[in-house]
């Protein structure tokens, strides 16, 4: 699950860079880039334990996260984002959501739009 969160705190941080607003995600107003990044202090936010993993030190953590961003989202972690947000699903591995599912008793893996196919036999 770290990893999914962390990929979609980069998808959030890199939106104003993509919509061309700013050049740098450190430059939008309303980023937490500044927080996770380089250490500026922030009253409304809080550090995530997947942010804590990041490093030992606060400046490990901070230069960690800069190049994570840096490096930008893969094709194949946009498209998984961009399908959940357009579906209302969860975005996390299988393993995740089946569990999930388990415990809420409810379905949450997204499935292909339209009716399902009759199974060949």
């Known amino acids: 699950m770290d990893d999914y969160l962390l ?6 941080e890199l939106n104003p860079v ?7 995600p450190r430059d939008y107003q309303w980023s937490s880039y500044r927080f996770h990044g380089e250490g ?17 030190t606060d400046l490990q953590r901070q230069q960690s ?3 994570f961003v840096e490096a930008g989202n893969p094709e ?7 399908t959940s947000v357009q579906r209302g699903g969860i975005t996390a591995g299988r393993s995740y ?5 388990l415990r809420l008793s409810r379905q949450l893996e997204l499935r292909p739009r339209g009716r399902p196919g009759i199974a060949q036999k």
């Open 18 to 24: 993509r919509a061309k607003m700013v050049s740098q």
């Open 7 to 12: 990929a979609c705190c980069r998808y959030i």
């Open 97 to 101: 959501i089946r569990g999930l599912s």
């Open 76 to 82: 194949h972690e946009l498209a998984i984002i961009r």
């Open 65 to 67: 996260y800069r190049q």
């Open 40 to 56: 500026t202090k922030d009253a409304l936010l809080d550090v995530d334990p997947c942010y804590l993993g990041l490093g030992d």
